[in-house]
């Protein structure tokens, strides 16, 4: 759930799963760790392309062998709160893959219960790069930070729109 800046950082795929497994290992050392981190990256570098929903559950299917062959329907009556990647990492991709908005992906996250937290971080981040983040909701979030990480914030976004 906090991988999602390296999808933003860098352009090469390989790269950016190479630093998404650096970043991941400090804290979640574990093989499922990493290749849930990765398949987060991968979705927002191809969601950042713009590529349709259909060919990012195949290519996270086929590189990391989730099954996303489900919909948020299924995965509500699934779901159980489970905080392995493994158990997050599918849902919150099939949330962000069929949703029609970055709210609506948000709320297929809160939705399904459990992990909740964690699955709408990480639905979110898949899903500002597929619609992009409404603006009142951004103001509105702006309100609840405090200055210094306002500064990182704006700094991150000026980086990552200069390139």
Known sequence: ?????????????ETALEVARLVTVVSHSHPEAVRGAQAVVLAILMARGDVPPGEIKDAVEGRFGYD??????????HHEY????????P?????????????DAIRNAISLGGDADTLAAITGSIAEAMFSIPRELIGSANGYLRTELL???D?????????
């Open 1 to 13: 759930m906090r991988v999602s800046p390296v999808a933003w950082l860098f352009d090469d795929l």
């Open 68 to 77: 996303l062959g489900h919909d948020v329907d299924t995965a509500r009556v």
């Open 82 to 89: 489970n905080e392995t990647c493994q158990g997050c990492v």
């Open 91 to 103: 849902d919150a991709i099939v949330c962000a893959l069929e949703a029609k908005s970055y709210e």
């Open 151 to 153: 500064g990182v914030v």
């Open 155 to 163: 700094e991150f976004y000026s980086k990552i729109l200069a390139r």
